[in-house]
């Protein structure tokens, strides 16, 4: 049974710091692509950040480049994601995603990241 379970929930303020993991199992992990997308409360799904099976490769959109960092541990099967100088506009629900091939894509059931004062 496939499954990818986000932790953590977390409240931070304006310029705070919160790590995000995401625990797989199921499937070969150390095969696929990882994501991270975030979906902000009342608009769509945002893809945030990439990387590859290895790890040796990362993407990030350009509102995070600078302040996110991705990362995996193949060995724990663990996708992270290092989230540093947070805004409030970072707000929202973020999914860890597994994609081999454009064929295998999984989802976890996301974690709430609020950032507020």
């Known amino acids: 049974q496939v499954q990818l379970v986000e932790s953590v929930v977390g409240l931070v303020q304006p310029g705070g710091s919160l790590r995000l993991s995401c625990a797989a199992s199921?499937?070969?992990?150390?095969?696929?692509?990882m994501n991270w997308v975030r979906q902000a409360p009342g608009k769509g799904l945002e893809w945030v950040s990439g990387?590859?099976?290895?790890?040796?490769?990362?993407y990030y959109t350009d509102s995070v480049k600078g302040r996110f960092t991705i990362s995996r541990d193949n060995a724990k099967n663990t996708l992270y994601l290092q989230m540093n100088s947070l805004k409030p506009e970072d707000t929202a629900v973020y999914y860890c995603?597994?994609?081999?091939?454009?064929?295998?894509?999984?989802w976890g059931q996301g974690t709430q990241v609020t950032v507020s004062s």
């Open positions: 995603n597994a994609v081999l091939a454009s064929v295998y894509d999984y």
């Open positions: 990387i590859n099976s290895g790890g040796g490769a990362t």
């Open positions: 199921g499937f070969t992990f150390s095969s696929y692509w």
